[in-house]
């Protein structure tokens, strides 16, 4: 079983930044595509990036593509993801995710492993 513990979220204004990390358990991280989830109360979860094993491919949701950035370090264990230009929509409980196959999916029933999550507040 893998184990995902993120961190890095907070306060910040609009037009801020932050960079949230997730760091998973296990020695074959690089085996395993990667994602960022976030779910607002009252709303479902939602896609926000994702990452192949090896960190050759990312994908965006269209709202976070050129604000977001998603990117690993194997030797670490530890996917990131920095938030540049924040917005009080993207205020919402951050996940990471491990799907058991290289090739990253942008469905949440594709991933396999979960973190606990992290809140992010954008204030306007």
């Known amino acids: 079983q893998v184990h995902l513990v993120e961190s890095g979220g907070g306060l910040v204004q609009a037009g801020g930044s932050l960079r949230l990390s997730c760091a998973a358990s296990?020695?074959?991280?690089?085996?395993?595509?990667m994602g960022w989830f976030r779910q607002a109360p009252g709303k479902e979860r939602e896609f926000v990036a994702a990452i192949s094993g090896s960190g050759g491919n990312t994908y965006y949701a269209d709202s976070m593509k050129g604000r977001f950035t998603i990117s690993r370090d194997n030797a670490k264990n530890t996917v990131y993801l920095q938030m540049n230009s924040l917005k009080p929509e993207d205020t919402a409980v951050y996940y990471c995710?491990?799907?058991?196959?290289?090739?990253?999916?942008?469905?949440?029933?594709?991933?396999?492993?979960w973190g606990q999550g992290t809140q992010v507040t954008v204030s306007s």
């Open positions: 296990g020695r074959t991280f690089s085996l395993y595509a």
């Open positions: 995710a491990l799907k058991t196959f290289a090739v990253p999916g942008t469905s949440v029933i594709e991933y396999d492993y």
